[in-house]
């Protein structure tokens, strides 16, 4: 069964950590994303990568970080730096720019 | 750059009218325009693609370059098509056959029985 699997579904942090969530896809996708959604404000992306070891930021990149280390994989780490951390976020993939994207079932991730 | 508005946060319609749900758009480029929607506790989902001119759950969508407009409508609503829509727009990543997707805020369609 193809798709893209993110982990885990809720994700709880104290102030001051850092924290990882992950995202792998089976699609054999080259393009992959991360993007916050928020209440009212849509989806923002905060990182892509569109090949193996390469990664852009997005809009919103200050207080994250990404690696691609692999095709399957691309896990985003949300640092103290991050001033509003809690959110929703979406993992997505895409093939061709016409295709459009696959998105996961997205982490909720909460700062205590 | 570019911008893509969705003034309707929240659309309420009766099962078998008529739905549209509203899209604008700014990009100095050629627009590759799309509707995903989110379904209650379900991930979110391409819906259509103005590329394709395709009709998906008698949902259509025209690009209208004049208006930078790409609504969504359909002729009679159900009430599952109750869910959150948004409306994005794609542009060339570095020149590459891949697109950053920019997301509208979103509408939620509420359709009562």
């Known amino acids: 069964d193809g798709g893209i699997t993110q982990s885990p579904k809720y994700l709880f942090r104290k102030e001051g950590q850092n924290v990882t969530l992950s995202c792998e896809q089976n699609l054999n996708h080259d393009a992959m994303y991360w993007y916050r959604q928020d209440p009212g404000q849509g989806l923002r992306l905060i990182y892509y990568s569109q090949i193996v070891n390469d990664f852009q930021k997005g809009d919103i990149a200050e207080g994250y970080s990404v690696s691609r280390e692999k095709k399957e994989s691309f896990p985003l780490t949300v640092t103290s730096a991050q001033k509003n951390p809690t959110a929703f976020y979406l993992c997505?993939?895409?093939?061709?720019?016409?295709?459009?994207?696959?998105f996961g079932s997205g982490t909720r991730l909460t700062v205590v | 750059a570019q911008r893509v508005t969705q003034p309707e946060k929240l659309l309420s319609v009766f099962k078998g009218a008529p739905v549209e749900l509203k899209c604008n758009y700014s990009y100095s480029g050629s627009p590759e325009l799309f509707w995903y929607v989110q379904y209650s506790r379900q991930r979110l989902q391409l819906l259509l693609r103005?590329?394709s001119r395709e009709s998906i759950k008698g949902f259509t969508a025209d690009l209208n370059k004049g208006e930078t407009s790409f609504h969504l409508k359909k002729p009679f609503a159900q009430e599952e098509d109750s869910a959150m829509y948004y409306c994005a727009l794609i542009i060339n990543a570095g020149g590459t056959s891949y697109g950053k997707l920019t997301f509208g805020q979103g509408t939620i369609l509420t359709v009562h029985p």
């Open positions: 997505a993939s895409s093939i061709t720019r016409d295709r459009g994207y696959t």
């Open positions: 103005h590329i």
